[in-house]
């Protein structure tokens, strides 16, 4: 059964880091598209970045240039690199599995990120 589990997430203050990771099991990781979403509390889910199967990249404009998507097909596991927090960036923080060519959608639990001012 395919698995998807976050970590890295917790409480920091403005300016400050945080390394996210997204561990995959279950599935053939390099045949996914992998992606970053976040829930401010009250607000819809937003994507925040995504990783293609062959490593491209993008970022909202938000976080760009703060955040770095990347993933790791030896380890099964895409991270999130959070540099220069902000308090708008708290949340929870997601990861998404999405196979397009035979529609397969998988969430992780999601890792609570708050970031005091």
């Known amino acids: 059964q395919a698995q998807l589990v976050e970590s890295g997430g917790g409480l920091v203050q403005a300016g400050e880091s945080l390394r996210l990771s997204c561990a995959v099991s279950g599935l053939t990781f390099g045949n996914y598209n992998m992606y970053w979403y976040r829930q401010a509390p009250g607000k819809q889910r937003e994507l925040v970045a995504t990783?293609?199967?062959?490593?491209?990249?993008n970022h909202v404009d938000s976080v760009k240039g703060r955040f770095t998507i990347s993933r790791d097909n030896a380890k099964n596991t895409v991270y999130l690199q959070m540099n220069s927090l902000k308090p708008e960036d708290t949340g929870v923080y997601y990861c998404?599995?999405?196979?397009?060519?035979?529609?397969?959608?998988?969430w992780g639990q999601g890792t609570q990120v708050a970031v005091s001012s």
């Open positions: 998404n599995a999405v196979r397009w060519t035979e529609c397969i959608t998988l």
């Open positions: 990783i293609s199967r062959s490593g491209r990249t």
